[in-house]
């Protein structure tokens, strides 16, 4: 999925200034040209998440420690290695950022199962955070409300944080496709058929369906 992540980032209106690949040891990157501006960090899966407290899933853990090697004064924008995002994602975060919100994202979720040709569109209460502000205490918050999610909003709240889940980031996350290390059960009834295959998805991403159909043979 690395090479097609590469291509969404590389067609970007907007260009970020680093692009950080966090892998864990023993993962393979495979084999693909990466752009001048990538760098490759690993991380030791025994030690990765260390000082934290809470349930934090491995990708969140992957997340924090890139955050931690953030220069000052910069902000993250995740890109996830198994979604399809659009040419004005990261100019739509980074116009957040720049307005002086702290956390952006994606309130809701089109996600698309390429195993099985199924689709759904689901409202998140939580934070799939698209980027993050590195302004004052932005990060340590974020953290937190990492490792205690029940808290909901309020570290941000109560530190004056805005917060915008509703932008024009377009993005579409993309399930059991090959090479991933976890699936999620595309058999649950809120799971929609996509009749016919694929039309769902080229109604989202337009052109770009045929990488995934390609991907797929």
Same mark, same amino acid.
């Given at each position: 999925?690395?090479?097609?992540?590469?291509?969404?980032?590389?067609?970007?209106?907007?260009?970020? %200034?680093? @692009?950080?690949?966090?892998?864990?040891?023993?993962?393979?990157? *495979? &084999?693909? !040209? /990466?752009?001048?501006?990538? #760098?490759?960090?690993?991380?030791?899966?025994?030690?990765?998440?260390?000082?934290?407290?809470?349930?934090?899933?491995?990708?969140?853990?992957?997340?924090?420690?890139?955050?931690?090697?953030?220069?000052?004064?910069?902000?993250?924008?995740?890109?996830?290695? %198994?979604? @399809?995002?659009?040419?004005?994602?990261?100019?739509?975060?980074? *116009? &957040?950022? !720049? /307005?002086?919100?702290?956390? #952006?994202?994606?309130?809701?979720?089109?996600?698309?199962?390429?195993?099985?040709?199924?689709?759904?569109?689901?409202?998140?209460?939580?934070?799939?955070?698209?980027?993050?502000?590195?302004?004052?205490?932005?990060?340590?918050?974020?953290?937190?409300?990492?490792?205690?999610?029940?808290?909901?909003?309020?570290?941000?709240?109560?530190? *004056?944080?805005?917060?915008?889940?509703?932008?024009?980031?377009?993005?579409?996350?993309?399930?059991?496709?090959?090479?991933?290390?976890?699936?999620?059960?595309?058999?649950?009834?809120?799971?929609?058929?996509?009749?016919?295959?694929?039309?769902?998805?080229?109604?989202?991403?337009?052109?770009?369906?045929?990488?995934?159909?390609?991907?797929?043979?």
């Amino acid at each position: 999925m690395m090479p097609l992540c590469s291509k969404w980032l590389r067609r970007q209106r907007r260009q970020p %200034d680093a @692009w950080v690949i966090s892998l864990g040891e023993g993962e393979d990157l *495979g &084999d693909f !040209e /990466l752009p001048p501006y990538a #760098t490759v960090h690993r991380w030791n899966p025994e030690t990765i998440g260390r000082g934290l407290t809470g349930q934090i899933d491995t990708n969140s853990k992957y997340q924090i420690e890139v955050m931690r090697h953030v220069p000052k004064d910069h902000a993250a924008v995740y890109f996830d290695d %198994d979604d @399809w995002y659009g040419p004005n994602y990261l100019s739509a975060v980074a *116009g &957040d950022l !720049e /307005l002086g919100i702290a956390f #952006t994202g994606n309130g809701s979720e089109r996600r698309y199962c390429v195993a099985t040709n199924r689709w759904m569109h689901v409202e998140k209460s939580g934070c799939n955070a698209g980027a993050v502000g590195m302004h004052n205490a932005a990060i340590p918050d974020w953290i937190a409300w990492m490792q205690d999610p029940s808290t909901k909003w309020s570290w941000f709240s109560q530190r *004056g944080w805005q917060v915008n889940l509703r932008n024009e980031a377009t993005r579409v996350s993309i399930k059991n496709a090959p090479g991933l290390g976890h699936l999620f059960p595309p058999v649950q009834a809120k799971w929609r058929a996509d009749l016919p295959p694929w039309a769902k998805l080229r109604e989202w991403i337009g052109g770009d369906v045929d990488d995934y159909i390609e991907l797929m043979r």
